[in-house]
């Protein structure tokens, strides 16, 4: 069975940084493209970042671009964001997800974890 | 950048009901980048629909994806107690993702 855990949410003060985890089991990690996807309370789904296979791609939404980066350790089954310069409109529950094996989409998604940006 | 709209924002049906959400695209596109989702309070969203028309493993075939160039369709055939939820349409562009606003489908 895929399993995603994300871990590493919590509350951090405006401009301060934090370090998102999402552990991987059930499937050869490495041979699959990842993702972060956030949603703000009460909001919709919003794509953050993307990582290749190997990590050697990443993508990222115009919103994050230059203070997150997405990164992987595929010894450890491991995805990761590292979050910097947050602010309060990057408050959110943020998950992890695989992609699709052979489709544009997101088949299995973590429970997410919560990110409150507040002072 | 294409955006997509879905509507009605919010659908009131009762169980036994056909639901027909509709989610339509700024710019025509490729039907394979077309994906649904559906999501409960507090839960992570579950895969439903990819390539527009083709059901994730499990998904129920009261679930059904139509539509091509700008307008797509989820259809659910008869609702469920468990099928009220959010509804989400999603497109792949030049490696960037995007969603839709959602279509809360809720009991009347």
């Known amino acids: 069975e895929v399993q995603l855990l994300e871990s590493g949410g919590g509350l951090v003060q405006p401009g301060g940084s934090l370090r998102l985890s999402c552990a991987a089991s059930g499937f050869t990690f490495s041979t699959y493209a990842m993702y972060w996807v956030r949603q703000a309370p009460g909001k919709g789904l919003e794509w953050v970042s993307s990582i290749s296979t190997s990590g050697g791609s990443t993508y990222y939404a115009d919103s994050v671009k230059g203070r997150f980066t997405i990164s992987r350790d595929n010894s450890k089954n491991t995805l990761y964001l590292q979050m910097n310069s947050l602010r309060a409109e990057d408050t959110a529950v943020y998950f992890c997800?695989?992609?699709?094996?052979?489709?544009?989409?997101?088949?299995?998604w973590g429970q997410g974890t919560l990110v409150t940006v507040s002072s | 950048e294409i955006v997509l709209t879905q509507s009605p924002g919010t659908l009131s049906l009762s169980p036994g009901e056909r639901a027909t959400l509709s989610c339509r695209a700024s710019q025509s596109l490729n039907s394979n980048y077309l994906a649904w989702y559906q999501q409960k309070p507090g839960q992570a969203p579950r895969f439903l629909i990819f390539?527009?028309?083709s059901r994730a493993t499990g998904i129920p075939d009261r679930f059904s994806g139509s539509g091509s160039g700008t307008d797509f369709t989820l259809t659910i055939s008869r609702l469920e107690p468990e099928d009220f939820a959010v509804y989400y349409c999603q497109r792949y562009d030049s490696s960037s993702w995007t969603f839709g606003q959602g279509t809360k489908v809720e009991i009347k």
């Open positions: 997800a695989r992609k699709c094996g052979d489709c544009y989409s997101f088949d299995s």
């Open positions: 390539g527009a028309s």
